[in-house]
């Protein structure tokens, strides 16, 4: 059982990324403009910027909402610090917050009492795919101009919670949808949408396919190379013609484990809800660091996702006491997920996972 850890696709990828190699168009082209179109019919939305990588979607979305020196962005620590790199950069602090311990998403109310006069934007994140609802905190957020960015990076296929979040995907190698590297952001407005289109090109406002035409250009304000290449683009046009399939044998592994873990001593599973795509399957286990040892010893691909950033020595600065997250992080151990897998699978790693608890209490 070795699926684990690698991109899921289904073969007509490799003819897609030859064909767009063939076409000569290695930025964004024809191919990333395609996609951006499938994925807002998907999505029900009237516009998606494709980006290079949801960390360059959680950038320019916090640039654009004007996050930088002297402002705050509240984050939960327990997320990927992939997440976090973009607020440093922009210059600004993370304020780190604490998050549901059945869950590991934030709530309204933590978010509420976290917010200082700094605070610029709120930085949910899906953790497995579950939808986070901050609605009930969005007109005290718009009142004191706080924006929402949704770190939907392991949710694709979830169900949108409707608000006024700007939220950004990944279709990075192991994602529910994969364009090998990759990444979209959903904006808000159009408004937001030509903003972030200007800042993934360097700051240049006409498209590459207008440039090539003029003797010249505009660079408006700043910007970085964020653009999503064609070659990628492709990928995921074919990726999200068969999503379906996808997000079908995802619940499907992640119900199995759900079943053989129920009434599990000493197991306690990260509940995604009814209303996502899985991204992974994690569980909270007592002796977790003995446990991931016995799994890995015996070829079985557990893993931890992910030890809390408020911890992490980059971010040092903003350290401060969170609990719940502390605790968790010693517990959580994130099972093999993967759509290659069949529920015979997961039911042969809880089995595992049972055994290697039941030595554990001996």
Known sequence: ??????????????????????????GHGPQADAFERELADYLEVDDVVAVSSATMGIHLA????????????????????????????????????????????????AVREAITPAT????PVLYGGRPVDLNTIAPELRRRNIHIIEDAAQAFGSRRIKG????????????????????????????????????????????????????????????????????????????????????????ALWNAYAQALRGAPGVTLVDVGSDAVPFNCVVRVPGRDRVHKVLRDRGIGVGVHYPPNHLQPAFARWTRPLPVTERAAKEILSLPFHPAMAPDDARWTAAALLEALTNEVL
């Open 1 to 26: 059982m070795r699926h684990n850890a690698r991109p899921y696709l289904h073969g007509p990828e490799t003819v897609a990324m030859a064909r767009a190699v063939e076409a000569g168009q290695y």
């Open 62 to 109: 916090l640039q654009a909402c004007g996050v930088g020196p002297g402002t705050e962005v509240i984050v939960p620590s327990q997320t990927f610090a992939a997440t976090i790199q973009p607020i440093v950069a922009l210059g600004a602090a993370p304020r780190f917050i604490d998050h549901a311990p059945d869950t590991l998403c934030v709530e309204p109310a």
């Open 120 to 123: 610029r934007a709120v930085v």
């Open 164 to 251: 006024l979040a700007t939220t950004v995907y990944s279709f990075g190698p192991i994602k529910q949808l994969t364009a090998l590297v990759g990444g979209a952001t959903v904006p808000r407005t159009s408004e937001e949408a030509k903003a972030l289109r200007q800042m993934r090109c360097l700051g240049i406002t006409s498209s590459q396919a207008d440039r090539i035409r003029t003797t010249t250009y505009t660079v408006q304000g700043p910007g970085l190379r964020g653009v999503l290449p064609d070659v990628n683009a492709a990928v995921g046009r074919v990726q999200l013609a068969r999503f379906t399939e996808v997000a079908a044998r995802r619940i």
